[in-house]
């Protein structure tokens, strides 16, 4: 997807606030990268993520061009 001449969104910094950003620009159809220098908080967005988007994608946006897009198979 591309808005506005974006296509792609990095996040830099994956703690509460982020890692809701890049699920929301995800599931916008964007291209996203999420990072974090404490590890930890990295893993917990990632964890997060792995278990909150099959299920939305599930109830809401169950195509395959979005399942594509968030890597789910």
Known sequence: MEKGGIANICIVGAGNMGHQIALSAALA?????????DKDVLQKAEQFAAAYL???????????????ILRIP
Request: aromatic fraction near 4%.
């Open 29 to 37: 159809g964007f291209k996203v990268k999420c990072t974090d220098v």
């Open 54 to 68: 099959p299920e939305r994608v599930a109830k809401r946006m169950g195509t395959k061009n979005r399942k594509r």
